[in-house]
């Protein structure tokens, strides 16, 4: 028993094959833009795709060629959306909101109230059931939204940034109370954090310019990252290039380094990428001589606060980085527009084929 | 809240546009007066108010005015009796006034409002009208009484309301009207649409609808005749003009348009 | 949305106030000089005369009624306009809206030929028994006509502010459209319904040309109040100003329930503008 899913929108270049297990959570991560919305309102059945299926538990969701054939109202889907905004019915006390899953499902009132009252304590909400929407603060209007979703005990829960409004008080009490109740449960959830990711899903897919891009369980892609998007949530530096013998050969930009996972000597020839933390390299003002096996000429573009680091920003349009102490910084005098080097050990540049 | 705008905007327009149109009959230039000439031949502009029934039989009297004494203008405007002695009431420049009953002309009369006496210059009789097709098959006064004949008249409150009573009550007719309109035109236009069988109105109506109604004289209604006065107004400035235009309408001429209109002799 | 008239900068020049000044003495001179014109020692007696009580009750009865056809005609008219999408949907809204700049009288004409005794529908009609023409009912047909305009676009307002994202929620928790509409639709746009139906009674009540034009005008029958001041005025001034008083003030008393709807839902609103606003508030 799973979901499955196909869909293409022509008039967005939207077109992305998805399978979610029973009991899994996958979570969907993507730059803004790139159709993780689109993705969720297809499966909820508020967007028409123009062709495509979709099954979930052996029911079909849809099933379109050239924008007609079988298609399931959003109502008979059981896919529960719960969006970045609570969404709470503002003319609904908060227990009436959570009771309209399963009324609307034809459960009598006192049933519904009973399954309302359980979801509101699932969610520690329920002193607010004879609340109104408009007397919540953010984090409790969102755990009501996630009750309510619950309540209509849904197939398929689809989250859509849940987190992205709520304040930095009220994001963790949240990402606990999710934790909790996504374990067994079938969800696919939309965010831009890592954290979320990795606390919450099994899997994760990265979706960009409306396909995706990557997909893999979420440790993996985090240490692994195939794409530019998944290095930047990991916040690796990432060069996409050829495999040589040693290393990486990317627009005049020879890397030497280390193939991690696979034994044997690297499969050159291939496409691939190298992949390095920010952390491992260091910026001289000359050349250096010595040890250091990869050191290349770059220009200095951004230098911004990283933690307790000035991460500098610099070559291929500043999207290589370098950590560096402040007084590094003031030793080396820099200032975006400078030419400098960055130096990196080989032993720390992961290289795998793509 | 936009579209609340638009309607507050859209409302607003058309009471200004209600506004305006309300006040075209009281724009009238000016009359500029200009002194007679011994030959009888006048000029300057003379404003007549009159009722709505003398439409027809005015419009080529004016023409025929204008004509004989090139220099001069008439300015007509046709209203209701008693909206058209309100406004002369109020100060509109009218400089001669035609009612189609003597009880507007008496309040005029009464309010010191008129230049020397009124001339009754015609009379109009009330006449039933029917769609061309009588589908009443009304053929009397009394088969207005008929049970199921949608008979339309004037309401008691204006003159031809009140001569549809007294043709009633000589007839020994009661009728039972499915509407009882404000204005004559208003009766005639639902014989005319076909929406009444039959209605009360004037002869000159009938006369003045053409094809479209079929007029049935009945006798009673020579007991209800309305007596058509005419007088100069007190405030205006073309007292002479407003005399020939008078002159004309009671002369021979008038009475052979208004006669030819269905009006009858005072 | 939380700023205050109060504190703010109004941008407006002093001359407009003088502009506005005439604007409003436009509309409330002439108010007042009717006012001032009441028979005041008369006055209980005229608007209690027999006539005029039959013709405020004849008023407020078809004006209920039409308000009531209104909603029912007029709450799927604006939800079509609003959330559908279909061919000719410009063409309908501007079609539907035409009543508001129509001259009555012309949508007397029209009615009349709609349901006439020789009207497009009036024949099959009468064949089935039903006569239109002269009755109470074409009073309600009259003032339907020129009132509905005012809901479906009070009704359309209100539909595309709220947006339809409770919809949205609604549906994937399970709820099919009619009951979204029943639960959720409705409720949110309740004050925009509240307004669009006092405003449509309003202009019910002071519909005049195509009650006229198509009706007629019999006393308890088809003579509303304003047809009721329109023949007093051949006779007794004093009656009609009277009753344009009376007609004035209940007018008056309509549009400040109007004008009160929408204060009253403004939460619901604001809410469904900005439903982050809590939460907006909590991350300062």
């Not at chain 1, 459960?107 to 919540?136: D, F, H, T, Y």
């Not at chain 2, 007839?171 to 069988?197: H, I, M």
Request: net charge neutral; charged share 15%.
């Amino acid at each position: 028993m799973t979901f499955v899913v196909e869909a293409a929108v022509d008039g967005r270049g939207f077109d992305v094959s998805l399978r979610v297990g029973p009991g899994e959570t996958v979570a969907v991560m993507g730059p803004n833009g790139a159709g993780k919305s689109t993705l969720l309102n297809v499966i909820a059945g508020l967007l028409h795709p123009d062709s495509g299926k979709a099954e979930l538990d052996g029911r079909t969701l849809f099933h379109l060629t050239g924008g007609h054939g079988e298609w399931t109202a959003p109502h008979h889907r059981g896919t529960a959306l719960l969006a970045q905004e609570p969404l709470l019915f503002p003319h609904l006390s908060v227990l009436e909101n959570v009771a309209f899953g399963p009324r609307s499902a034809g459960a009598s009132k006192q049933a519904a109230r009973e399954s309302a009252l359980r979801w509101l304590a699932e969610v520690e909400a329920g002193e607010l059931q004879a609340r109104r929407p408009a007397e919540l603060s953010g984090g409790q209007a969102q755990r009501v939204a996630v009750a309510r979703a619950l309540a209509a005990d849904p197939g398929l829960l689809l989250l859509d940034e849940p987190m992205a409004a709520l304040d930095i008080h009220a994001a963790p009490l949240l990402r606990r109370l999710l934790k909790r109740v996504l374990a067994g449960r079938r969800a696919i959830i939309i965010t831009h954090d890592v954290l979320d990711a990795l606390m919450l899903a099994d899997r994760v897919v990265i979706l960009e310019n409306g396909s995706i891009s990557e997909e893999g369980l979420t440790r993996e892609v985090l240490q692994r990252p195939r794409s530019r998007f998944a290095a930047g949530l990991a916040g690796l530096n990432f060069v996409a290039g050829g495999i040589t013998e040693h290393g990486l050969e990317a627009g005049g930009l020879s890397l030497h380094g280390q193939h991690h996972d696979l034994p044997g000597p690297l499969p050159a020839g291939q496409p691939g990428v190298a992949v390095f933390p920010p952390s491992a390299v260091s910026v001289f003002l000359s050349e250096p001589h010595g040890s250091p096996r990869n050191a290349f000429p770059v220009t200095v573009a951004e230098l911004e606060p990283h933690g307790d680091q000035i991460r500098v920003r610099a070559g291929r349009g500043g999207l290589l980085g370098a950590d560096i102490t402040p007084s590094a910084a003031a030793d080396l005098g820099l200032e975006p527009g400078m030419k400098v080097y960055f130096v990196v050990k080989a032993g720390a540049v992961a290289i795998y084929p793509t | 809240m936009s579209t609340r705008t638009h309607v507050k905007t859209a409302l607003a327009s058309a009471a200004l546009l209600v506004g305006l149109a309300g006040c075209a009959p009281a724009s009238t230039p000016p009359a500029a007066s200009a002194p007679a000439e011994a030959t009888g031949r006048l000029s300057g502009t003379v404003t007549v108010f009159a009722a709505a029934s003398l439409k027809a039989s005015f419009t080529d009297l004016a023409a025929q005015f204008e004509a004989k004494n090139p220099g001069a203008k008439v300015m007509l405007s046709f209203a209701g009796s008693s909206d058209l002695a309100a406004q002369i009431a109020q100060g509109a420049p009218a400089d001669v006034f035609a009612s189609a009953d003597t009880k507007n002309m008496a309040k005029l009369a009464d309010a010191r409002l008129l230049d020397g006496a009124a001339a009754n210059f015609a009379t109009n009789v009330l006449e039933i009208a029917v769609p061309p097709s009588n589908p009443a098959s009304i053929l009397s006064f009394a088969d207005l009484a008929k049970p199921g004949v949608k008979v339309v008249l004037c309401a008691s409150q204006v003159p031809c309301g009140a001569a549809a009573d007294a043709v009633e009550q000589a007839a020994g007719v009661t009728l039972a009207p499915v509407s009882e309109e404000s204005s004559v035109t208003d009766v005639l236009g639902k014989v005319t649409s076909g929406e009444a069988d039959a209605g009360l109105v004037y002869v000159t109506d009938v006369k003045g609808a053409g094809e479209k109604v079929k007029g049935i004289a009945f006798p009673e209604s020579s007991g209800a005749a309305n007596t058509y006065p005419i007088a100069a107004v007190g405030s205006s400035r073309n007292k002479e003009l407003a005399r020939a235009f008078i002159a004309l309408v009671t002369g021979a001429d008038g009475q052979k348009i208004l006669g030819e209109a269905g009006f009858g002799k005072p | 949305m939380t700023t205050r008239k109060t504190a703010t900068y109004t941008g407006i020049p002093g001359w407009i106030y003088a502009v506005a000044a005439a604007g409003a003495l436009l509309v409330v001179l002439p108010l007042a000089a009717m006012v001032a014109r009441v028979n005041w020692a008369n006055f209980i007696p005229l608007i209690t005369s027999e006539s005029s009580l039959t013709a405020l009750g004849l008023s407020l009865r078809t004006s209920a009624a039409s308000t009531v056809l209104c909603i029912v005609l007029g709450v799927p008219l604006a939800l079509v306009l609003a959330r559908g999408s279909f061919p000719g949907q410009r063409v309908l809204r501007s079609l539907v809206l035409l009543p508001l700049v129509l001259p009555p009288v012309v949508g007397g004409i029209a009615l009349l030929y709609t349901f006439g005794r020789q009207g497009l529908l009036g024949r099959t009609l009468e064949v089935a028994g039903l006569q239109i023409a002269f009755s109470t009912t074409a009073v309600v047909l009259a003032q339907t006509f020129v009132a509905l305009p005012f809901l479906v676009v009070s009704l359309e307002g209100a539909l595309r502010i709220a947006g339809s994202r409770y919809e949205s929620v609604a549906a994937t928790l399970g709820a099919g459209p009619s009951t979204v509409l029943r639960r959720i639709t409705l409720p949110l746009v309740l004050p925009g319904l509240a307004s669009g139906a006092v405003l449509s009674f309003a202009r019910s009540l002071g519909e005049f040309g195509a009650t006229l034009t198509f009706a007629g005008s019999l006393q308890g029958v088809t003579r509303t109040l304003p047809l009721e001041i329109y023949l007093q005025r051949e006779t007794d001034a004093d009656a009609a100003v009277a009753l344009s008083l009376v007609l004035v003030a209940v007018a008056i008393a309509v549009v400040a329930l109007a004008y009160r709807g929408p204060r009253a839902g403004r939460p619901v609103r604001a809410e469904s503008t900005t439903p982050a606003s809590a939460t907006g508030g909590a991350v300062q």
